[in-house]
């Protein structure tokens, strides 16, 4: 029994190059072809829209994240005022990026409610992976996830947030005194079923 060879795929016939003029080597048939689409498009009205974030009512202008999206990040206060963070590490522990810096110092005496409070907190967005671990581990509710998604910075330090820019932006978003929206079995962005309730 003879091997057989297989049938040797047929190969196109290769195309002769041709050669360029000394018009086309200066590229300027293709230059003035460019100008030419420039111009024609340069007096039409534009139909892009300016996506500013002025105008809230419409989508085309401002986009509304649906529920359960992380962004910046916040930190929250009691009702005393004070920052609920008790510097457990708990938050920088979970962190997979290894963003989150605290440094602990004990609590004034006026504050009965706890040993420790942080007197360093700062978060690297630049590191930070949004993924939401930090909010999870909080066992008292202290830091979160705003739906905020669109500042932008000039520097790389505007991007490293402490204890103060933190604390001021969850007053700005009106979350200080916000409750942790997560479900208990990790579905981000669920609204909590009412006790009793069947499943």
Same mark, same amino acid.
């Given at each position: 029994?003879?091997?057989?060879? &297989?049938?040797?795929?047929?190969?196109?016939?290769?195309?002769?190059?041709?050669?360029?003029?000394? *018009?086309?080597?200066? +590229?300027?048939?293709?230059?003035?072809?460019?100008?030419?689409?420039?111009?024609?498009?340069?007096?039409?009205?534009?139909?892009?829209?300016? !996506?500013?974030?002025?105008?809230? /009512?419409?989508?085309?202008? !401002?986009?509304?994240?649906?529920? %359960? +999206?992380?962004?910046? @990040?916040?930190?929250?206060?009691?009702?005393?005022? @004070?920052?609920?963070?008790? =510097?457990?590490?708990?938050? *920088? =522990? #979970?962190?997979? #990026?290894?963003?989150?810096?605290?440094? =602990?110092?004990?609590?004034?005496?006026?504050?009965?409610?706890?040993?420790? +409070?942080?007197?360093?907190?700062?978060?690297?967005?630049?590191?930070?992976? +949004?993924?939401? !671990?930090?909010?999870? /581990?909080?066992?008292?509710?202290?830091?979160?996830?705003?739906?905020? !998604?669109?500042?932008?910075?000039?520097?790389?330090?505007?991007?490293?947030?402490?204890?103060?820019?933190?604390? /001021?932006?969850?007053?700005?978003?009106?979350?200080?005194?916000?409750? @942790?929206?997560?479900?208990?079995? %990790?579905? &981000?962005?669920?609204?909590? *079923? *009412?006790?009793?309730?069947?499943?």
């Amino acid at each position: 029994m003879t091997a057989q060879t &297989p049938n040797p795929t047929p190969q196109s016939p290769r195309k002769e190059q041709r050669t360029l003029t000394w *018009a086309e080597r200066l +590229y300027l048939p293709e230059v003035l072809r460019g100008l030419r689409n420039t111009w024609r498009h340069l007096f039409r009205k534009p139909f892009t829209i300016d !996506y500013d974030g002025t105008e809230r /009512a419409s989508p085309l202008k !401002y986009h509304t994240p649906r529920p %359960g +999206y992380r962004g910046e @990040h916040y930190l929250k206060k009691d009702e005393d005022g @004070h920052v609920k963070c008790v =510097a457990c590490f708990m938050c *920088a =522990a #979970a962190c997979p #990026a290894e963003c989150i810096h605290i440094e =602990a110092a004990p609590t004034p005496p006026d504050w009965k409610d706890r040993e420790r +409070y942080p007197v360093r907190f700062e978060i690297d967005l630049l590191r930070c992976i +949004y993924c939401g !671990y930090c909010e999870e /581990a909080c066992p008292v509710d202290a830091i979160a996830l705003s739906p905020t !998604y669109n500042l932008c910075s000039v520097t790389r330090e505007e991007k490293i947030y402490n204890c103060e820019k933190l604390l /001021a932006d969850g007053e700005r978003y009106g979350l200080s005194l916000s409750t @942790h929206r997560y479900r208990p079995d %990790g579905v &981000p962005g669920a609204t909590p *079923a *009412a006790q009793g309730s069947a499943h």
